[in-house]
């Protein structure tokens, strides 16, 4: 389709563990469209942090194509990749991933300065996605003053700064309570809402259900959540 930012093809990739051959992801197709909210859901060893790894392109496929925005990806180099990663994605981990010693406008300008911005550009475009995050007001603040829904949202600023054009979210529920949990899922749907392609791994079903579209993980094989149906059929 010419609005997909994603293609993925038939990707396997195996694992051996010990004597077993593991099939972390066993011929998995997909395809996500430009300012798609997508959340693929499995729980642990059914091959989503393998695939999270993939489209982050921290990864390569044993077999398989991958397409991100046109580049064929799975057949570039290490430091291609690296550059792919500064431009095309922008990740939300789990454990926010903040640097301690740094304030939040510090650790969200961290992509730009890898960029080679200058330091008036990259202090304006880091307020900027703390406003947008409703936290501009705790610029100043490192982490260890700020609570785990507010490093969340310094992580997700810092992600968004580079305008890239996926945010790869992984588990970014996973360290907070429901409540700033469900704070944290309406600043991902905000983002959505203005075109951000937004792609979220999670083991939590319920707080995959708030993407538009779910994928599940089994067995290295990914399948699409029928809604009212709950069928699941191949993602090809």
């Known amino acids: 389709m010419s609005d997909a930012i994603i293609t993925m093809e038939s990707l396997v990739k195996t694992y051996q563990m010990g004597g077993n051959v593991v099939n972390a992801l066993d011929h998995v197709s997909m395809s996500i469209q430009k300012g798609e909210f997508v959340s693929i859901v499995g729980p642990s060893g059914s091959g989503k942090s393998t695939l999270m790894n993939m489209i982050g392109c921290l990864d390569q496929p044993d077999s398989g194509d991958y397409i991100l925005e ?106 907070l309570d429901s409540k700033t949990s469900q704070d944290i899922m309406d600043v991902l749907i905000s983002l959505n809402k203005e075109g951000h392609t937004i792609i979220l791994i999670t083991h939590d079903s319920d707080v995959a259900k708030k993407a538009r579209r779910v994928l599940r993980i089994s067995d290295g094989k990914l399948y699409e959540d029928e809604g009212k149906t709950h069928e699941y059929i191949n993602v090809h």
């Open 70 to 175: 046109g580049h064929r990806v799975n057949k570039l180099k290490d430091y291609e990749l690296a550059t792919i990663r500064n431009q095309k994605i922008g990740f939300i981990f789990q454990n926010f991933n903040l640097l301690g010693r740094l304030t939040a406008l510090e650790n969200v300008e961290l992509p730009l300065i890898y960029r080679g911005i200058k330091t008036k550009d990259r202090r304006e475009l880091a307020m900027d996605c703390l406003k947008q995050v409703g936290l501009a007001d705790r610029h100043d603040h490192r982490p260890n003053q700020l609570s785990g829904g507010q490093q969340q949202r310094v992580a997700i600023a810092r992600a968004l700064v580079g305008t890239p054009p996926i945010l790869l979210a992984d588990e970014p529920t996973g360290a």
